[in-house]
């Protein structure tokens, strides 16, 4: 079977251009649909073994161009998540205090605490993105960050963080349309930002910005996931499958740990009975 995403190889060369954006692994999209409602419904049995073993965490990293669908996917694959073990932190433009520290200290402020699921809707990746882009560092200073951010993210595996990337790959023509329906459409109108054109006459500049991410951000153990994403289903599926999928591999030891917490709770609480008259004697 085709793949649904394509995940980087570590030190790989990566041409986006060799990337389908419409690809869709000639599934079905009727039974596609119909499997990610099962999906869902799993990914939140998983988020409550994973808050339940409060052994790991996981930190999803959504990046992509403007009208890729970050907002939508999280809103469609999460869905039926419990907003007790999730959240969602959607990164803008730094404030002043932010930019008055490390580019990663308003991030680790948010990385997801054992047990949690932590969504990243753009992340610390604009900083090597739209920070190059648009020159607002010297080159020397954002060239040094994949190293800091592979760094980073090391420390967070090394703590029990998975950690899933997922960049949606956009068409040109796609984005384009994307944006004229958000001027036709009277509930879309209000997404509309003028801005969201004028990043688009930097098109190139940020595919390159992007290929250079993939390729050095890409380590064994937090490597990128290319998501074609302009069929909307499709892309709604590949990272539900793919989330699901991941998680997957941890249940039998999530389960064991919940097995072993339980037996440990009805210890401590057969030592409190017998340590204290029943009630009534
Ligand atoms: P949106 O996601 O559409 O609400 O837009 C958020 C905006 O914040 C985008 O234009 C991002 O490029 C911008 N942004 C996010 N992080 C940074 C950053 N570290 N430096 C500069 N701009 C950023
Ligand atoms: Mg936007």
């Known amino acids: 079977m085709a793949p649904l995403?394509?995940?980087?190889?570590?030190?790989?060369?990566?041409?986006?251009?060799?990337?389908?954006?419409?690809?869709?692994?000639?599934?079905d999209r009727a039974?596609?649909?119909?499997?990610?409602?099962?999906?869902?419904?799993e990914l939140d049995e998983l988020q409550e073994l994973l808050f339940g073993a409060g052994t790991h965490s996981l930190l999803v990293v959504m990046q992509g161009m403007d009208t890729s669908g970050k907002d939508g996917t999280v809103r469609k694959v999460f869905s039926q998540v419990s907003p007790l073990g999730s959240y969602v932190v959607s990164f803008k433009v730094p404030t002043e205090d932010e930019l008055a520290h490390d580019f990663l200290w308003r991030i680790h402020q948010r990385t997801p605490a054992k047990g949690m699921i932590g969504i990243f809707n753009r992340s610390h990746y604009e900083d090597v993105l739209v920070v190059r882009v648009h020159d607002l560092v010297p080159e020397a200073v954002w060239r040094e960050r994949y190293r800091i951010i592979n760094a980073f993210e090391h420390g967070l595996v090394q703590s029990n963080t998975i950690i899933l990337k997922f960049y949606l790959h956009l068409s040109k023509q796609e984005q384009e349309k994307r944006l004229l329906e958000r001027e036709q459409s009277a509930t879309k109108?209000?997404?509309?930002?003028?801005?969201?054109?004028?990043?688009?006459?930097?098109?190139?500049?940020?595919?390159?910005?992007?290929?250079?991410?993939?390729?050095?951000?890409?380590?064994?153990?937090?490597?990128?996931?290319?998501?074609?994403?302009?069929?909307?289903?499709?892309?709604?599926?590949?990272?539900?499958?793919?989330?699901?999928?991941?998680?997957?591999?941890?249940?039998?030891?999530?389960?064991?740990?919940?097995?072993?917490?339980?037996?440990?709770?009805?210890?401590?609480?057969?030592?409190?009975?017998?340590?204290?008259?029943?009630?009534?004697?």
């Open 5 to 27: 995403t394509f995940k980087v190889a570590p030190k790989s060369k990566v041409q986006l251009a060799k990337f389908d954006p419409r690809h869709d692994a000639d599934l």
């Open 31 to 41: 039974k596609a649909e119909a499997d990610f409602v099962k999906l869902t419904a």
């Open 189 to 281: 109108t209000w997404k509309l930002a003028a801005g969201d054109w004028r990043e688009r006459e930097f098109w190139d500049a940020y595919m390159a910005a992007y290929e250079e991410m993939l390729e050095q951000c890409s380590p064994a153990e937090a490597p990128w996931q290319i998501v074609p994403a302009d069929r909307k289903w499709f892309r709604n599926y590949a990272v539900a499958k793919t989330v699901v999928e991941t998680l997957r591999t941890y249940k039998a030891e999530w389960l064991a740990k919940l097995d072993t917490i339980g037996v440990t709770r009805l210890q401590e609480l057969k030592a409190l009975r017998e340590g204290q008259p029943t009630s009534g004697a």
